[in-house]
């Protein structure tokens, strides 16, 4: 349930400058970054703790230009990185976008590194499809649940309070829909209410609300999600109601790299390999390259 109510008149017996939703990487980078701007930060997470989807990934950040490619003698830059994106996805994103994530990745992967001590290294004996360059960046043990980990103890480290189990579900918005607070439940089903001057959204998408999926990328409604259950589009559902233009939004990656039904993921450096899939039959059914 993620609802706006706009009332111009309501005010909060507890405020904080910046709230941010959601403690997967995105919410707690930004959060990060809102607190060595000198802001009060609150992060809220629905989960027992900060997890998401970044602990079900391998935690792996494609970046170029950083000391770590330097030192292993790695040649790349934002631009080499822009171009591959846009081969890759057949020219179709957005250029600019592209170009701001590639020139940004590198610069927020030295910052976290250098300011926060995340031992980050690269990849450099394994090449990633369609990466003419060898740029995934990852802490020791390659996982998701590690970078996470790091990213909550630097987060508690800088003074940044993050209450979980507090699942928002209402803002709260002035006639101009200016977000003004927000309210958040319980396990107990006990509701508190925060006011803030901004808010940032780091929900992630909308994979764990089927409905949702069935209305943007009709060919994937019946497909298998593997993501957190807990993306169920809060930010898109917010941020319409809000007033706030979208698009893109049938963009997604979707790939046969699940082994059903163990759940667990298929590596691309299996496929790279040799590796071939085949179904209950033994036989082959796609080109897992692609």
Known sequence: MSDVIRDGDKTFEFAVPVVVIGAGAAGLIAALAAREAGADVLVLERDALPRGSTALSAGLIPAAGTRWQNEAGIIDSPETFATDVMA???????PGLVALVTREAGPAVEWLGATYGLPFSVIADFSYPGHSARRMHGLPTRSGEELIDALRGAAESAGIDILCEAHVTTLFADANNRVTGLAFVRPDGSRDEVGCDQLILACNGYGGNKDLVKEHIPSLAEALYFGHEGNK???????????????????????????????????????????VQVNLNGERFCDESR
């Open 88 to 94: 890759k996805a057949k020219n179709e994103p957005d």
């Open 233 to 275: 589009g809060d930010a898109l559902l917010w941020g319409e109601a809000l007033g706030a233009a979208t698009r893109h939004l049938s963009g997604h990656q979707g790939h046969g790299s699940v082994a059903h039904p163990a759940g667990i993921l298929i590596s691309w450096a299996t496929i790279t390999e040799g590796g």
